[in-house]
C-alpha cells in the first residue's frame, strides 16, 4: 500500500489521527473501532496495512493484539505534514 491510498482511505488515516493525537496510546482493534466509529473488521484489516507501513507497531500476545504509534520521529513528522496538508 502506497502513501497515497494510505492517507486517502477515510477509516486508515481516522487509524492515523488517532494514534498520532494520542502517542502514547495502545489499543486493541475493538477499542480502536469504537474511538474511531468504524467496523472492527474493517479496523483490523487497516490497522496491519499500517502495521506493514511502519506506522503503527503490534504487540502480539496469545488472545489478542495491541497496537500502538511508531516511535520513528522522522517517521512521526512526516505524518504530521501530511496531515497538516490534509487539513
Do not use: C
Not at 489521527?17 to 467496523?39: L, M, Y
Not at 506493514?52 to 513528522?77: C, F, P, Q
Amino acid at each position: 500500500m502506497d502513501k497515497k491510498s494510505i492517507f486517502g482511505s477515510p477509516v486508515h488515516l481516522k487509524i492515523i489521527k488517532f494514534f498520532h493525537e494520542n502517542q502514547s496510546s495502545i489499543d486493541t482493534p475493538r477499542g480502536v473501532a469504537t474511538w474511531i466509529g468504524e467496523d472492527r473488521q474493517k479496523v483490523r484489516s487497516a490497522l496491519e496495512d499500517l502495521v506493514k507501513n511502519k506506522i503503527l507497531v503490534a504487540d502480539r500476545a496469545t488472545s489478542t493484539t495491541g497496537y500502538g504509534y511508531t516511535r520513528d520521529t522522522a517517521l512521526i513528522s512526516k505524518i504530521k505534514k501530511i496531515l497538516s496538508s490534509l487539513g
